[in-house]
Every structure is written in C-alpha cells, then in structure tokens.
C-alpha cells in the first residue's frame, strides 16, 4: 500500500528531503547488518521537530540528526495505540488482538503473552548467528517466582513474590541472550530492576509512582532513564566480537511518571514534558554516537520509533496553548483509533545501504519488522510465524511494497477495531474509541457505530463519509472480517487466533 502525501502532510516535513532512493541494492546477507531498534514511550507523530518544525515547541536535534542521516517515513503505524500490543507485535510480527489479550494491557505481575513455541524477532536472528539484547521496559509479562509456587497474589502489592528466586518466561526465553530493564511500565510496581532471570536487589520497601508497591530501597524512578542509557550504550561498546547484534532499547521516557533528571529541568519551553522529551532525544543520541564510536556503524541499521501516541497525561491542551501540537495535524492520542493515536514517528539510518535525508510515503507497521529482518538476510520464516508482518525492504531502496496484504488494522485501548486500506479508513466505532473526546460513553447512541475517512484529502479525519461511500464501507469491513478469520493477513497458509472469538464490535447498540 502506498499513502500519497497531500499539502496538508507535507507541511511536515522540511523542504531538504526528496523521495527516497538507494544507495546500494546489492544483497545484504554476506553482511548481516547491526540492528537497533529504540522505542520510545508514549512520543507523539508531532514530538519529532523534523517532522514537525512549524508546530513542535520542544528540540529534539539527536532524533532530527538521525532523520537527515536516514529515512523518514510518514506513514508508519503501531499495531494499537497503547503500550503492551504495540510491543508484543514489533516482537512477533503479529496483531496482539489475535492472542487473549483484546483490550487494555498488561501489569508488572502479569504471565507471559508471548507463548512459548512463538519464534519472535530476536528468536529468528539469534538463529541466524546474532547477538541479542533487550535493554529497558519489557511490559509483556513473566513468571515470577513466588514463596508458594502459586501465581503472584492480586493487586499492586502481592504478600508472594520471592525476591531471590528466578523468573521464567521472561525476555531471556524469548529469543533475547541478555536483559536489563523492568517489568513494565514505570507507574506499576513491583520497582526494582531485572537482569536476566533475576531480581536486582529485593523489594523490601514501598514506593509510590501513581501507583503503590513494593520497591528494591535505592530504586527511584527518576534515575531509570539515566540507567537504561548507560546499559544501552555499554551493551554496544562491549559488541567487539565480529558477530551482528540485535538490540532492542524500549526506554521508559516520555511515559509517566514524568521525571526529567534534574540536569534537564527547566530545558523545554513547555514545562516538564518537555524537558522529559528532550533527555529522551538525548537518550537517542547517546546510543547514536556510540553506535557511530564503533567499526561497524556503516552497517548498523537505527530504528527510532515509539509504541503509540503522546498520553493526555502530558496536558495536551496546555502543550497546544504554549503551540506545542503533540500529533501534528492528526487527530486524536494515546489510546485511539484515530491517527494520533497509532500513526508514529520512524526513522532509520543505515548508512551502508540507505541514502542521508530521504524519505518513504509508503504504508507500514512496526510489525513488519520481523518479515523485514528476513529479507535483508535472504531467509525465509517458518510458517505460522509473523503471520501479519511484511517486508518494507523495498522501500528503503527506493521501491514500492509489493504484498498480498490488503489493508492494515488498527486498534485501540478499549479494543475497538479500525482498518486501512490505500487512503482509506473505516472506524468501528462512534467516538475516538479510545480517551479522547467523544469517547464513546459520552456519544449518542444514535451517531453511527461506523466512521470512514480519505486520509488523502482529510488527514485529520473530520469529514465522515461513510453515509456517500457505503460501497467502500462494505469492502473494507470484509477484508476485515477476512484477516481475523485467516489467522493472517501477509501471504502465507491461514492460521489460528489464540481465541475462538473476536468481538469486532464494541459500539452498543
């Protein structure tokens, strides 16, 4: 699929970047490249300055740098607009909605979504003679040892977590060779760090960010971002050995609790979000000049990106007022169907075959990571692996996608379902469908359950047309309907959701 910019896109990015082109479309698998992918949290389309110049209030010259070295594309999507989907897709290569989980996200306790025979990402390249890590924010869940051998206690505070014990499916069985970081996000306990299948310390005493429970002593949340920083540049250095590494970075930041370290308080225009954003984009540049420190960067490929839009907990309306537009000229946020809300920055910089200040319109997922990775290394996934990823290789050789894939789908917090297909947009829902407003208990129950946008001439997705285009309607809720029921929606053999049923609708009647 490929989305054509209009002049209201286009405003948004600088006159500098020309339609992409290769520098090499020579095969890569004689030299697999270095691959790291770093995920921000909760970072708006809007919060990349160039993507946004006119409207982004806050600096982020180590993320701008990267997209004059790389590609920018404009049209890249998470697989949900919140947190634990969006990650377990970029993982797996598949829609999280095909699993148990339909709605919402995961806590610090939670099992593990990711299924055990599941080939992830860092499965498939550790196979192939890569070095993996996963450094940061895991949020997909684990097993953790408990005094009783029983499943972890309710609430943010279970009586039953043995602090010294291992945990088990966690990051190290699922394909990563080292892991540093945390549970889940940094507003849900328990506090305390994780390396490899083991507790940092023990969670003898109780803090509170947002929520309240059991925290190592020394653990204070404003330094988790400092810490994963260094991890993640240490990791980097230490990679001497000749062998391709994988590194998977999910930094906490901009995410609440919204803790800037004290050297960054007061940096922003806007307040304390923005100064927040700012150490993230120096976060960024950290593992940038790192990566560029050492002999292989030429053949690092850098993914930034991040795993939905910006939350409402950065006072969105009061970051408008100050002229800082956290979406750009999308509507909507964190959590909706709208293109705010799934509709994020990525950029990638991969100097050896990547042409600097290029950019890319075509339509892609953060999901096709996975199919991607395969076709630089000219190996074929297994079947019933990655079963919705596909491969934006072409694209950054200057090429459009060619796929069976139809159409994209979307997804929000409460699990409403949307599906793109080229310009257009269907919405299965009355409002955002998700936390913006309308939100769908405040609409009226006579608003239609169904909304369809052409992104090419209404990015902003204000103008419902699904009363003069039921046509396009019904196309594209059967393609839908067809890609819940394969299992799949790339090429390949039909497979089998983890759930018998998948509730489409969720608008009442």
């Not at 020579?26 to 909760?42: E, G, H, K, R, W």
């Not at 953790?144 to 009586?159: I, R």
């Not at 969670?203 to 929520?211: F, L, N």
Request: glycine share 8%; aromatic share 8%.
């Amino acid at each position: 699929m490929k989305h054509t910019t209009t002049a209201a896109v286009g405003l948004f990015f600088v006159a500098m970047i020309p339609i992409a082109i290769a520098v090499d479309t020579a095969p890569v698998s004689a030299s697999p490249p270095n691959i790291v992918f770093i995920l921000a949290d909760d970072m708006g389309y809007g919060e990349v300055s160039a993507m946004n110049p006119d409207r982004c209030k806050v600096p982020t010259p180590a993320i701008d740098r990267l997209a004059a070295q790389g590609m920018l594309m404009t049209d890249a999507h998470s697989s949900s607009s919140v947190c634990t989907p969006t990650r377990y897709s970029i993982l797996t290569g598949r829609y999280n909605w095909r699993t148990k989980l339909q709605r919402f996200v995961l806590y610090g306790y939670s099992p593990p979504l990711i299924d055990s025979n599941r080939l992830t990402v860092a499965g498939f390249l550790k196979e192939q003679g890569y070095n993996t890590a996963a450094i940061g924010k895991w949020h997909l869940g684990m097993d953790l040892p408990t005094t009783d051998g029983k499943a972890p206690g309710k609430g943010h505070s279970p009586k039953n977590i043995d602090w010294k014990g291992t945990i088990k499916n966690g990051p190290t069985s699922r394909g990563f060779d080292y892991f540093y970081g945390i549970s889940a996000s940094l507003d849900m306990p328990p506090f305390i760090y994780i390396e490899n299948d083991r507790f940092v310390g023990q969670a003898t005493a109780t803090k509170k960010y947002q929520r309240e429970g059991p925290a190592e002593p020394d653990f204070e949340a404003v330094d988790v971002l400092p810490v994963l920083k260094q991890k993640a540049v240490n990791y980097i250095k230490r990679q001497t050995t000749g062998r391709p590494y994988f590194a998977y970075i999910a930094l906490n930041s901009p995410h609440t609790p919204i803790l800037p370290s004290r050297e960054w308080q007061g940096k922003s225009a806007v307040g304390r979000y923005g100064d927040f954003v700012m150490q993230t984009d120096d976060v960024v540049g950290a593992i940038v000049d790192a990566i560029d420190q050492s002999a292989s960067a030429e053949n690092t490929i850098v993914i930034f990106t991040t795993d939905n839009g910006c939350s409402k907990m950065a006072k969105i309306e009061q970051l408008k007022e100050a002229g800082h537009y956290v979406s750009g000229p999308l509507r909507g946020s964190k959590g909706d169907l709208w293109e705010g809300g799934h509709r994020v920055p990525f950029i990638l910089r991969w100097p050896a075959k990547v042409a600097a200040g290029t950019r890319s319109d075509e339509t892609i997922g953060q999901w096709d990571l996975m199919a991607t990775c395969a076709d630089l290394l000219q190996t074929e996934l297994p079947p019933r692996t990655a079963e919705d990823s596909v491969s934006f290789l072409p694209a950054l050789q200057g090429q459009p996608i060619q796929s069976t894939r139809r159409g994209i789908v979307h997804h929000a917090i409460d699990g409403h379902f949307a599906y793109r297909a080229g310009d257009w947009k269907l919405l299965l829902a009355r409002g955002s469908g998700g936390l913006t407003a309308p939100r769908e208990k405040n609409v009226s129950a006579d608003a239609p359950q169904v909304q369809l946008y052409n992104l090419a001439t209404d990015i902003g997705e204000t103008n419902n047309l699904y009363r003069s285009e039921p046509d396009i309607v019904n196309r594209l809720l059967g393609l839908l309907e067809s890609d819940v029921r394969r299992g799949r929606s790339s090429e390949g053999v039909d497979a089998k959701n983890d759930v018998e049923s998948i509730q489409l609708w969720k608008s009442k009647n």
